[in-house]
T-cell receptor, first 111, second 112 residues
Framework: GENVEQHPSTLSVQEGDSAVIKCTYS??????FPWYKQELGKRPQLIID?????GEKKDQRIAVTLNKTAKHFSLHITETQPEDSAVYFC??????????FGKGTKLSVKP | ETGVTQTPRHLVMGMTNKKSLKCEQH?????MYWYKQSAKKPLELMFV???????ENNSVPSRFSPECPNSSHLFLHLHTLQPEDSALYLC???????????FGSGTRLTVV
């Protein structure tokens, strides 16, 4: 079935360092890959997304890369700040049109 | 607020109770979703409604019953739940196609 694997499950970095979260997916027909950030006690919020016609997208300190051949995509956060601490979820759009989420990565940025 | 409103924010119910969760969106989206979020399965799809028709129920137990009376409102009716059903229930909406979801703030459900 459709599945998204996300790694690592937890990630701790020092403020100012970079953080990378990786996801792999199973459905080669998938063409939409969003990333969500969920702070403690709050709802998941879309932070960036990428469609299969591009290989990379950047928005200030956040970037996402997509390798369709290998079926994996990654979130890159540069110059991390304490407010980046949250759980991050990757997702792919499944064949039924709904999003299939990874299990999440808990990112901790230490000041 | 995000445009997707969920009520109540917190709910405690006994195993014999009947309650309903409500979700409302005014974003003009044509698809609405219920997700269950727990420690074991962070974002587990329960139900999908597209253009007010259910398109997937993902093998959810019958003690959960969704209702979508129009494109702006979605309900989740709860009946004879189990303690393991305690979780955060998130509603989301989308335009469909290659667009992301907008989530509501969720209902924290505790079954005692």
């Amino acid at each position: 079935g459709e599945n998204v694997e996300q790694h690592p499950s937890t990630l701790s970095v020092q403020e100012g360092d970079s953080a990378v979260i990786k996801c792999t997916y199973s459905d080669s027909a998938s063409n939409y890959f969003p990333w969500y950030k969920q702070e403690l006690g709050k709802r998941p919020q879309l932070i960036i997304d990428i469609r299969s016609n591009v290989g990379e997208k950047k928005d200030q300190r956040i970037a996402v890369t997509l390798n369709k051949t290998a079926k994996h995509f990654s979130l890159h956060i540069t110059e991390t700040q304490p407010e980046d601490s949250a759980v991050y979820f990757c997702a792919e759009r499944g064949s039924q049109g709904n999003l299939i989420f990874g299990k999440g990565t808990k990112l901790s940025v230490k000041p | 607020e995000t445009g997707v409103t969920q009520t109540p924010r917190h709910l405690v119910m006994g195993m014999t109770n009947k309650k309903s969760l409500k979700c409302e969106q005014h974003l003009g989206h044509n698809a609405m979703y219920w997700y269950k979020q727990s420690a074991k399965k962070p974002l587990e799809l329960m139900f999908v409604y597209s253009l007010e028709e259910r398109v997937e129920n993902n093998s959810v137990p019958s003690r959960f019953s969704p209702e979508c009376p129009n494109s702006s409102h979605l309900f989740l009716h709860l009946h004879t739940l189990q303690p393991e059903d305690s979780a955060l229930y998130l509603c989301a909406s989308s335009q469909g196609g290659n667009y992301g979801y907008t989530f509501g703030s969720g209902t924290r459900l505790t079954v005692v």
